[in-house]
């Protein structure tokens, strides 16, 4: 990927951190995309042993691109 593209990607993919989602965090405050995909690719992340038949490494990308499309519909 070009560097330009790389960084209008990113700056698209940070709009995620400004998106909040139905669920709220144990604080009290809803929570954002951003943080809902970083969490479940911190749980597979974790729970790579228990399944050591998958392909952990795209299971965790699946998890940090699984709602980009939010950055375009909110």
């Known amino acids: 990927m070009e560097p330009q593209n790389l960084l209008q990607a990113l700056h698209t993919a940070e709009k ?3 998106t909040t989602r139905h669920c709220y965090t144990s604080g009290g405050r809803h929570e954002s995309v951003a943080e809902h995909s970083w969490r479940i690719a911190l749980m ?3 729970l790579r042993d228990a399944f050591p038949e998958a ?3 795209k299971v ?3 998890c940090l691109i ?4 939010e950055c375009f519909t909110g």
Do not use: T
Request: without cysteine; hydrophobic residues 45%.
């Open 16 to 18: 995620l951190k400004d």
């Open 44 to 46: 597979a992340y974790w």
């Open 55 to 57: 392909d952990m490494d």
């Open 60 to 62: 965790i990308r699946m």
């Open 66 to 69: 699984h709602d980009l499309g």
